[in-house]
């Protein structure tokens, strides 16, 4: 343990597997007490125990992040036990796959809701926290928030919108001097148990899929949500004391065409 988060605590939402579990491991290697929150509660406390059976501190609740007086009850229960919310990591997400003649609008809505709303509103109840004391919000987006892709429209839209949302928050905590920094990180195709099953429901094409996915990644392979957690981890800390606004893009080199 090298102690780069010593003394902070965090609160990572989606975190019963793939990232979120990995930063809240790798935060938890790092000092900080976290707050392990997922709608599958038996998953987060798992991951919580885990953590603390490895000598770290964590707990878990649920936490639905569409629901915003479950957000107010979260928030404030980390409040009255650690009088403190150094870092918010917006992780949890869905990804429901379909073109522009075959989303539907309950897709849509569903998606907007958990990857916009949930981001919105945990953004907005940790800001409230945050002001008097600072700390770094960190909202996980995509390169989907930064390029198109032909069957994930709903996607895209909800990822893009994190990516500036993050900005304007970033832009309204430096005006009023709130010390709060507020930064992006984009993935791109990451080994996680949403992309898994996502190729593994394709049947057959799953495979021609995932080698078109692969060629299309000039480091020639999918990263690992240690990937994506370490590059939270220097967000969290002081290491970017100086990044506001800022997208972090861990993708293999994928966006760089």
């Not at 892709?149 to 996607?155: E, V």
């Not at 992006?184 to 049947?203: D, F």
């Not at 495979?207 to 949500?225: D, H, Q, S």
Request: aromatic share 6%; with cysteine.
């Amino acid at each position: 343990m090298n102690g780069r988060l010593e003394g902070k605590v965090a609160l990572v939402t989606g975190s019963a597997t793939g990232i979120g579990e990995a930063v809240c491991r790798r935060f938890a290697e790092e000092g900080a007490a976290v707050m392990v929150t997922d709608r599958d509660t038996g998953g987060a406390i798992a991951v919580a125990d885990s953590i603390v059976m490895s000598g770290g501190r964590a707990e878990a609740m649920s936490l639905d992040v569409t629901d915003v007086e479950r957000w107010s009850v979260v928030m404030d229960t980390v409040m009255a036990s650690y009088q403190a919310v150094n870092i918010l990591v917006n992780n949890a997400g869905i990804g429901i796959m379909g073109s522009i003649e075959d989303c539907t609008l309950q897709d849509w809505r569903q998606t907007q809701a958990v990857n916009g709303e949930g981001v919105f509103l945990g953004a907005k109840m940790a800001v409230e926290r945050m002001k008097l004391h600072g700390g770094s919000i960190i909202n996980i987006s995509s390169v989907q928030g930064m390029v198109g892709d032909a069957n994930a429209p709903a996607y895209n839209f909800s990822k893009g919108g994190v990516r500036v949302l993050t900005k304007s928050v970033a832009l309204h905590c430096a005006a009023l001097g709130y010390s709060i920094r507020v930064n992006s990180v984009h993935p791109g195709y990451i080994g996680t148990r949403m992309v898994e099953e996502g190729l593994e429901a394709l049947g057959d094409e799953g495979a021609n899929v995932r080698a078109g996915l692969l060629a299309g990644i000039p480091m020639g392979k999918f990263g690992e949500p240690s990937d994506v957690a370490d590059g939270c981890l220097f967000l969290a800390s002081e290491e970017s004391k100086y990044m506001t606004g800022s997208e972090l893009v861990i993708d293999g080199g994928y966006t760089c065409r």
